[in-house]
């Protein structure tokens, strides 16, 4: 039972590479998110997704991408990245009826 | 956007003590979670309450939603090493839990 899988675990950018931090769920949650951690501040959410085709931003969208092709999938994307994008990312699922958030174990990025 | 304090930030205790940890705010939230989130992991929910004066227990944890639903506490009864993680609240705004507003959590070290 995978759940929600995240890659890569670990990642070092340069400034001003792009990059995608991959995420997969198999439980058919129609709801999926990305957060990122910071310390000292939590999560905060960056995109989500209410289902196949529907994205929208959360509390820090700007400079992430995100597209939700299928049930299953929900990349984030990294246009040009920076130094403020060294954190780790967390994606995210739940089921439409439920409160149950599943997190992946989260993807160590560091822009240099 | 509505914010969630917890506190203490840092808890260092020997194992079988007790233990509190809070988490308030000024706005009010529909639901409120716990979460507890082990190094290299992503967070793991413990609970959720949704009813003001709620009380859940979870073994040697108990729960609390504040009356007016805008804090919460989480206490720990004869703490033991395994109880070591980061203890994060998240509160759901009206009528959804989905987009969720996380504290920057508690990190507990309980020692053997």
């Known amino acids: 039972n995978a759940g929600v899988t995240q890659t890569p675990k670990f990642q070092v950018l340069k400034t001003g590479q792009s990059m995608t931090l991959q995420c997969a769920q198999d439980m058919n949650h129609e709801y999926m998110s990305w957060y990122r951690q910071d310390p000292g501040m939590g999560l905060r959410l960056i995109h989500y997704?209410?289902?196949?085709?529907?994205?929208d931003q959360g509390e820090v969208p700007n400079g992430y991408n995100v597209s939700r092709s299928t049930t299953e999938d929900f990349p984030l994307r990294l246009l040009s990245a920076a130094p403020s994008q060294t954190s780790v990312y967390f994606c995210?699922?739940?089921?439409?009826?439920?409160?149950?958030?599943?997190f992946g174990e989260g993807s160590w990025l560091t822009v240099v | 956007t509505q914010l969630l304090e917890q506190s203490p930030q840092f808890l260092s205790i020997q194992e079988g003590e007790n233990l509190t940890v809070y988490c308030n705010s000024s706005s009010v939230f529909s639901s409120l979670q716990w979460y507890r989130q082990e190094p290299g992991e992503g967070p793991v929910l413990l609970v959720t309450v949704v009813t003001g004066g709620e009380v859940k227990k979870l073994k040697r944890l108990t729960f609390q939603f504040g009356d007016a639903r805008k804090d919460s506490s989480l206490h720990i009864t004869a703490a033991q090493p395994g109880d070591t993680g980061l203890y994060l609240c998240?509160?759901?705004?009206?009528?959804?839990?989905?987009?969720?507003?996380f504290g920057s959590g508690t990190q507990l070290t309980v020692l053997p």
């Open positions: 995210a699922s739940q089921a439409f009826s439920g409160n149950t958030i599943y």
């Open positions: 998240a509160g759901g705004p009206s009528g959804s839990a989905r987009q969720l507003t």
């Open positions: 997704s209410v289902g196949a085709g529907i994205t």
